[in-house]
Every structure is written in structure tokens, then in C-alpha cells.
T-cell receptor, first 114, second 109 residues
Framework: GAGVSQSPSNKVTEKGKDVELRCDPI?????LYWYRQSLGQGLEFLIY????????KSGLPSDRFSAERTGGSVSTLTIQRTQQEDSAVYLC????????????FGPGTRLTVL | RKEVEQDPGPFNVPEGATVAFNCTYS??????FFWYRQDCRKEPKLLMS???SGNEDGRFTAQLNRASQYISLLIRDSKLSDSATYLC??????????FGSGTRLQVQP
């Protein structure tokens, strides 16, 4: 079946602009995660959605970052007033539930802020 | 201190060699453990889960030592295609998985 998809695959923007990144999780997966990975670094947790529960936003680095998940499926990560330090690969992952289920990653969106 | 620590490497080994990666984690309440593989400019993919009793998948063996909060991955008979970054991953049950920064492996002909 289809895996996690993300769009766009690449985004180049100017400092100060807003960007929206989209994630389509695997159908039926209740858990959805956003991470970011800067060049040569590990994955940094951003936000986590589980079913209808309130999202865990504890990883968001500033109030310029927000995310929503509509209808328990598609998620959008929004970065307002982008800064150069926001440049990274933004990865989305989904998981069937909690516990030991495997987390599947999308291909990521490479964001470059000029 | 990072929650999950790994030697960044790189580990440069010849084909056919055996190589081992180690990882330590700080949260004693961690419940599940994984090794993910990430190829250059690609997303991470699950390599294997790690069980307390140790587990093997072909040339790959994973071990967990809860007392020492230590996880290992052993790769036997290395192939060129094993070249990648190996991520140690811990699930504390609180939220998303916690990833180490990864250990880079380069297998040379």
C-alpha cells in the first residue's frame, strides 16, 4: 500500500516568508509525528498527534511553528516568518497506534531559507 | 546530557569485516528500542527492533542491556550496501521516539 507522502519535496523561500508543509500519513494510522533534521544532525522531535487527543507540542522550537491535523489524517506544519536557522529537512512519520508499532517515515521536505 | 548517545564515527571497514555500534540511553523508563538505518539524503527506515533477550536478523544482531542502559548492533560480513548512518532509537512511551544522532558506516571494497 501507499506509504507516508510529503509535499513539497523541496522548498526554497526567502527569510520572513511563511511556509506550509504537508504530510499524508498511511491510511488508518492514528499517530502522526513531525521531526526536523539539520545537516549532519539527528532527528529533532517537533510535534505528535495521537487520535483525537490534544497534540504534544513540546518539541516546537518557537511560536512561529504550528501544526494541525485535519480529520485525523492529513497534517500541515506551518512556519511563520521563516529564519535561516529553519533550513532543514522536515520529516513526517506515522504509526498504527502506540506501543511497539513501527514508525514509518515520509521522504521529507527539504526547506531552504535564503 | 543527550537522551540517546552514539559515537558519530565514521567507521571505515573493509568488505567482509564485522563491525559493532554501541548506544547508551539515559531514561531508565524506556520501554522499546530500535535500530533505524538512514541512507544519504533519504528518510530513516526501521532496521530492527531490539529485545532484551537479543535478536538476530541475518547478518545483524542487536543486544539490549537494561541494567547498563546500553544497546548494541553487530553487523557481520559487511557489504558495500551496508554503508549508511545507523540510528539508535528509544521509546520512553511518553511521546515520539527519541533518536540518537547516528553512527556513520562506510564499507570499503
Amino acid at each position: 500500500g501507499a506509504g507516508v507522502s510529503q509535499s513539497p519535496s523541496n522548498k526554497v523561500t526567502e527569510k520572513g516568508k511563511d511556509v506550509e508543509l504537508r504530510c499524508d500519513p498511511i491510511s488508518g494510522h492514528t499517530a502522526l509525528y513531525w521531526y526536523r533534521q539539520s545537516l549532519g544532525q539527528g532527528l529533532e522531535f517537533l510535534i505528535y498527534f495521537q487520535g483525537n487527543s490534544a497534540p504534544d507540542k513540546s518539541g516546537l522550537p518557537s511560536d512561529r511553528f504550528s501544526a494541525e491535523r485535519t480529520g485525523g489524517s492529513v497534517s500541515t506544519l506551518t512556519i511563520q516568518r521563516t529564519q535561516q536557522e529553519d533550513s532543514a529537512v522536515y520529516l513526517c512519520a506515522s504509526r498504527a497506534g502506540t506501543g511497539t508499532d513501527t514508525q514509518y517515515f515520509g521522504p521529507g521536505t527539504r526547506l531552504t531559507v535564503l | 546530557r543527550k537522551e540517546v548517545e552514539q559515537d558519530p564515527g565514521p567507521f571505515n571497514v573493509p568488505e567482509g569485516a564485522t563491525v559493532a555500534f554501541n548506544c547508551t540511553y539515559s531514561n531508565s523508563a524506556s520501554q522499546s528500542f530500535f535500530w533505524y538505518r538512514q541512507d544519504c539524503r533519504k528518510e530513516p527506515k526501521l532496521l530492527m527492533s531490539v529485545y532484551s533477550s537479543g535478536n538476530e536478523d541475518g547478518r545483524f544482531t542487536a543486544q539490549l542491556n537494561r541494567a547498563s542502559q546500553y544497546i548494541s548492533l553487530l553487523i557481520r560480513d559487511s557489504k558495500l550496501s551496508d554503508s549508511a548512518t545507523y540510528l539508535c532509537v528509544v521509546d520512553t512511551g511518553r511521546r515520539a521516539l527519541t533518536f540518537g544522532s547516528g553512527t556513520r558506516l562506510q564499507v570499503q571494497p
